[in-house]
């Protein structure tokens, strides 16, 4: 492309791009004209005056929006650290096997993938929501030495409980986004040379030893950056939240819209939580990166 | 004489009707040297890559060191025969995150279980040996081809194996550089040590072995002392390959 003909195009872009931020700022205008509302923030400290079953710090229905929202932000914290967790090592276990020698396991990993990947995620969490918990008797189901219980309305163990909509959420994001990274480590481990896997074969050293020793320090650089996508997939992936009565961050923003009317704000609010959570999520593998980049001293 | 390697009909195809290894039976004894000569695809790597159980074999007997394997290709056997059989590959493959003494020491910590002091100091004793003890802290990107397979095979080394297995192990290198691993590999043959070497080092051949097996399409052709293989091949087809070779 000739250097006018790049200017021309960009020039365009940025025309289109400015004309269509312009028609979305009138209407927005407009919309709050229409609702006589106005544009401002101070009923987020007015009383929610709604109940939320889930709240890891003290709340009750006489607390602020404000604070009700910070709540919403900690349960979506809450699923998303806890399933992308369990979903990393789930995930890598199972690129293990559908990258390792026994042919059986990596048949089953196969199946795995396969499945979760190719039925949607709303329908899975449906499925582990209504099929796996509330399926359950809600007298105690299962109940193990005084300190595990389970029942339709969640698993208490010893002392800690998890809510039957918690688990749902977190078992159906740790089991779709496990398929994902399962691939993301499979990807990274084929990245390494044939080379490598026969020295350390040669040397003596068990598949074991040598995944974890010699062949997955050297697929980390081609891992991190897809799993950094997929932990910002489940992320977003983890407001389906709505679909299983979680009060995560956007069910709660929701519920909010309903009693105010304060979409606009609702709507930047729930911007602004999201980008920080992607923030600190990228942040985090950008230092992790770093820290093995670091640790590399070779190039 | 104790037989290291006792190989009988060993028979592998990768595809249906093509035979890799085409019924090979070989003996090599206890601190004799055994180089595999061949044209390009004729089995060389496979047959000696049987040798640690890198590849596995469809019709056949291994008897590497008294430990037999067959085609059932027994993951323990095959973990003790790695124990005590060493291999030098034609690219090195040094373990690039790891500096030059944990390539050497990682196999005696973690297979043998001894102990890091002792493993380095016997790392230590090996680079030394091999004239690199200078480069034990750096990486493998950091030398040259000829100093990094000097490395590999103080690697193979660090286990104190009773068989070493190279597969064309200067192939990769700069031709001024490959008289210093040839060096290191003659001085082992000098001490003792078992080998069974894929080159096409004629030099290396007629000083150091014993034996020189010529293979074709997977077929031992022939297997001669080296004067008399390399004056005077009993094989015709022994006989043109050398005429390519000494055209290069
Ligand atoms: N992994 C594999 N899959 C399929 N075929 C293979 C594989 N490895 C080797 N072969 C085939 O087996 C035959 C023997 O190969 P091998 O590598 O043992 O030959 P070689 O004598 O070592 O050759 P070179 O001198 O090129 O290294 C060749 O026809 C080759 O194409
Ligand atoms: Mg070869």
Redesign the pocket.
């Known amino acids: 492309m000739k250097i006018n003909q790049k200017v021309f195009l960009q020039f365009g872009i940025c025309i289109i791009f400015f004309g269509l931020m312009g028609i979305l700022i009138n209407n927005l205008t407009i919309n709050l004209i229409r609702t006589g509302l106005g544009f401002n923030f101070s009923w987020l400290f007015k009383p929610a005056s709604f109940a939320l079953a889930e709240h890891p710090l003290p709340y009750t229905s006489s607390d602020s929006y404000a604070w009700a929202l910070f709540i919403g932000w900690l349960n979506s914290l809450k699923v998303i650290v806890s399933s992308l967790i369990l979903a990393t090592f789930l995930g890598t276990l199972i690129g293990f096997a559908r990258t390792g020698k026994n042919s059986l396991l990596g048949l089953i990993s196969a199946g795995y993938i396969t499945i979760v990947r190719q039925t949607p995620l709303l329908l899975q969490l449906m499925f582990w929501y209504f099929v796996g918990f509330l399926g359950l008797k809600d007298n105690i189901f299962i109940q193990i030495k005084n300190i595990f219980y389970v029942s339709n309305q969640g698993i208490e163990f010893s002392g800690l409980i998890f809510s039957s909509e918690f688990l749902a959420l977190s078992l159906g994001l740790t089991i779709f986004t496990s398929a994902y990274i399962a691939e993301v480590i499979r990807g990274g481990i084929l990245s390494v040379s044939r080379g490598q896997w026969e020295a350390f074969r040669s040397l003596g050293l068990s598949e074991k030893k040598g995944l974890i020793r010699i062949i997955l320090p050297q697929a980390l650089p081609a891992i991190i950056p897809g799993l950094t996508s997929q932990y910002l997939n489940l992320a977003k992936n983890s407001t389906l939240a709505i679909a299983v009565g979680y009060s995560d961050i956007y069910a709660i923003n929701d519920t909010i819209i309903n009693q105010t009317g304060r979409a606009i704000e609702c709507f930047i609010i729930l911007l602004v939580s999201f980008l920080l959570l992607n923030l600190l999520i990228t942040n985090t593998m950008e230092i992790i990166n770093r820290l093995i980049l670091k640790s590399r001293k070779y190039s | 004489m104790e037989p290291i390697v006792i190989a009988k009909n060993l028979t592998k195809s ?2 249906k009707g ?1 035979r ?1 290894l085409d019924n090979v039976s070989l003996k090599v004894n206890r601190g004799k040297v055994l180089v595999v000569m ?10 000696i ?1 049987t040798f640690n159980g890198l590849e596995a074999f469809d019709n056949g007997e291994l008897n590497i060191l008294g430990i037999k394997i067959d085609s059932t290709h027994d993951e323990r056997k095959i973990q003790k025969i790695r124990r005590r059989v060493g291999m030098v590959f034609q690219q090195f493959n040094l373990f690039p995150h790891l500096s030059i003494l944990e390539n050497i020491t990682l196999a005696p910590i973690h297979v043998q279980k001894r102990r890091q002091i002792e493993a380095e100091e016997y790392g230590m004793y090996l680079l030394s040996q091999m004239g690199i003890d200078s480069h034990a802290k750096k990486y493998p990107s950091q030398l040259s081809g000829g100093e990094q397979q000097r490395v590999a095979i103080a690697r193979a080394l660090a286990l104190k194996p009773e068989l070493l297995l190279f ?2 192990p200067t192939s990769a290198l700069d031709p001024e550089r490959v008289n210093e691993v040839l060096d290191a590999m003659r001085r082992l043959a000098e001490q003792g040590m078992t080998m069974v070497v ?1 080159t096409h080092e004629i030099s290396f051949a007629k000083d150091v072995s014993d034996q020189v097996l010529f ?1 074709d399409s ?1 077929k031992v052709i022939e297997t001669s002392p080296p004067n008399i293989f390399f004056s005077n091949a009993r094989h015709e087809r022994s006989r043109k390959f050398l005429n390519q070779l000494d055209k290069h």
């Open positions: 990768y595809t093509l890799a061949g044209p390009s695809g004729s089995g060389k790597s496979t047959l890559r597969d064309e894929v293979m997977g």
